[in-house]
């Protein structure tokens, strides 16, 4: 792993912050293609992209995963999975029932205002999948939509050649509270959530991580439905001083490079031997990772540790990266953390490990990519709720109002608004 | 305006409710042509667009307002604007510091988990301008960040071909607390926001309402920055039975639809009779309208009343509707209330008017539009702000949940993520 000095190279650390990526119009134009004809076409088109791009038999088999199909995996799956995955039910659960917004009302002076909360009616949730699993993409998505009270949890994850989904997700769906599946992935999944076909009714939100054409196809679909975020390529920063121990560091750093060629494993430190342990350390572990193929690449392209003079210029590089997740294993953490303003999750001090979080600590691990944790949040039970404000105003408050209504429609040039408050003062 | 009965022509009103509006796709090129110049010309850029668009002279006075200039607005409006100004900030700033949300933690055996709110650190407001001034945008947007706790409220309105943007803005700007003023708009603002150039800082997030060209420029920068919504035309929903006043319906229909020839004002009504006397009223005070070149084509375009035969079917008409203002005129509106799901606003009895919420009630006049109330709400605080989830955890329980963290990681295939727990558990 590179080692750069943050003060004799600057330049290279700000350059990681630049925000203007530069969008990749080829995958826009695809993705806008194919919503296209799912639009146009409905279930033809999506099962003819299912057809050609993961599942040579989908016409046979169908859309919809039948509920027997279901009710099959939970012998498949081992009762360690079972164990595991009742644990992180529980903990999840936990973290986002105490997020639940709660109803409110001010009265005052003749007027009643209230801001009222309730959930979406039918959402939508992308799972990737096709050769691995991902059970808790569906527990970290279900669950606080569940938890918000929707009604009616759809999932869409793509299948294999066979039309096969691996049983893990099947029985973390079923434990989640989703209420129908079907087996496909891609643009297509996502223009038949949005659009509605005949045989998936539209729904009014999609969540769930992707790739870059399903990234593209919820960023074009935004506005008929509702989106929780738009996910790039994942990323760590870890703030280490010299007590932090370079192979926790590195198996974390490692742990995030895999999942991705273009993920950034990044440490900052305060120290110049900290920094080269932790790069010996990546090179020892990464021999023998089962994943190296692809976790090298990320930490050949965006993986460094940068050498900083102090914990405030650590903490200044970190919030300007606004990471999706950020360690920080450092003497005295809880000074570091309060400066802390930009980052999805930070995990604190060398037993909350990036992994705990991702599976079992109970925060959502769904988390805003690409700095846009400088002005967006994890996933959370509101992502699947909305607000109503209600305005109540009796006679008495509404004729004390009025005058200054009259004025500023006034101003605003909107006589149809000051009309609509003159007539009922009896002047029109 | 028409008058269409529900049972007699379902479909009619079905149509209405369909979702999927072809995009304009030459307004979207446009935009994205005009933000790739100011991504890679920035300053260049914004000035040759308000060059051309709003103000030739723009290049000798400048693209930033000095506060000179806001100074000498304030003894340029009446007294009245101020005092009403004054007490639509009272009200304003009221409701929306009741949705401060207040960070918490939970701490359960060895586990200690946090959300943790923050403002965003810089955004910008969109102000429309030109010929008419919006103070009440300003209040709208400006003050729900300032009690969020932005520290930079940035705003952009454009100035006329002389340079100038109406003083009432000035001094509602300065009220609310913003910090820097730009005289510049369309997309060429938003681009200047979004990627920032040599005068202007860029911002974390964008709000604020604009025509079909700023809409589809905040969609294409969503993911670089935060946007509020992509607003579309403005839509009103008068539910009414044989109490409502036909005039008051009427002023209110008029109020929506002098906005834009877009606009949509819909009466859903149990009575024939009031349908027919609202049409007449709403004929008769259009007649004497100064708006009513605008007002006029939207009652053509997309004004109806609807007659249905029971306000349970009127309930499921605005819920599909999902409109963005919803006034309720019946004997007995709390029942109709409790069964609204999708609405940005709703108005309750003849005093609530609409006009009432737009500027001084309290909640925020910035609402979902175009059906998109079915997953989405009103500005609020929230908005201008983020939270991150912080997570602690003991070496005792980090032992007692590693062996799920590794089962979790070993079925999705992620090696590195077991590898990161078995390391620290001494087995690597």
């Known amino acids: 792993m590179r080692i750069v000095d943050y003060d004799r190279n600057p330049e290279e650390i700000r350059a990681r912050i630049t925000r203007s990526r530069e ?5 826009g134009s695809r993705a ?11 279930d033809g088109a999506v099962l003819e992209f299912t057809r050609t791009l993961d599942c040579p038999i989908i016409d046979r088999i169908g859309l919809r995963v039948p509920d027997a199909e279901i009710a099959e995996a939970y012998p498949q799956v ?11 039910i529980t903990n999840v659960t936990r973290y986002h029932k105490r997020q639940l917004p709660r109803s409110w009302t001010i009265k005052q002076r003749g007027l009643r205002l209230q801001q009222r909360f309730g959930p979406l009616k039918r959402v939508g949730i992308y799972v990737p999948g096709g050769k691995a699993a991902y059970p808790s993409t569906v527990v970290m998505n279900a669950l606080p939509a569940a938890i918000a009270g929707v009604k009616e949890i759809v999932m869409v994850t793509p299948c294999n050649a066979e039309g096969k989904i691996l049983p893990e997700v099947f029985v973390a769906a079923h434990e989640c509270g989703v209420k129908e599946i079907y087996r496909i992935g891609g643009v297509q999944a996502i223009g038949a959530l949005a659009f509605g076909t005949a045989t998936i009714a539209p729904v009014d939100k999609i969540t769930g991580p992707g790739n870059a054409y399903v990234a593209a196809a919820k960023q074009l679909v935004f506005g008929i439905v509702g989106i929780d975020m738009i996910a790039g390529p994942t ?6 001083d010299d007590t932090a121990n370079p192979s926790y560091v590195a198996a ?4 995030q490079a895999e999942h991705d060629e273009l993920a ?8 110049q031997a900290i920094a080269e342990r932790i790069s010996d350390e990546v090179d020892r572990q990464l021999e023998n990772a089962p994943r190296r193929a692809i976790a090298a690449p990320a930490f050949e392209k965006n993986g460094c540790a940068i050498v900083v003079k102090n914990l405030d210029v650590a903490v200044d590089i970190a919030n300007a990266l606004a990471p999706e997740h950020l360690e920080v294993l450092v003497r005295n953490p809880s000074r570091v953390v309060r400066r802390i303003t930009n980052a999805g999750a930070i995990f604190v001090g060398e037993w909350s490990t990036e992994a705990l979080g991702d599976y079992i600590a109970g925060p959502n691990h769904t988390l805003p990519t690409s700095g846009t944790a400088r002005f967006s949040s994890a996933l959370s039970v509101f992502d699947f709720m909305k607000f109503t404000n209600i305005i109540e105003c009796t006679k008495h408050r509404f004729l004390e109002l009025a005058p200054h209504i009259e004025v500023l429609a006034g101003v605003e040039g909107l006589a149809g ?3 609509s408050v003159r007539i009922r003062r009896g002047k029109s």
């Open 264 to 271: 950034s494993p990044v440490c900052i430190t305060t120290s």
């Open 23 to 27: 969008p990749d119009r080829s995958i």
């Open 32 to 42: 806008r293609s194919i919503l296209d004809a799912v639009r146009a076409r409905g």
């Open 235 to 240: 990323e760590v920063v870890v703030i280490a």
């Open 78 to 88: 081992d009762v360690r999975f079972r164990k595991a995955l009742k644990a992180a």
């Open 252 to 255: 974390d750093l490692i742990a």
């Open 417 to 419: 608004h000051a009309a």
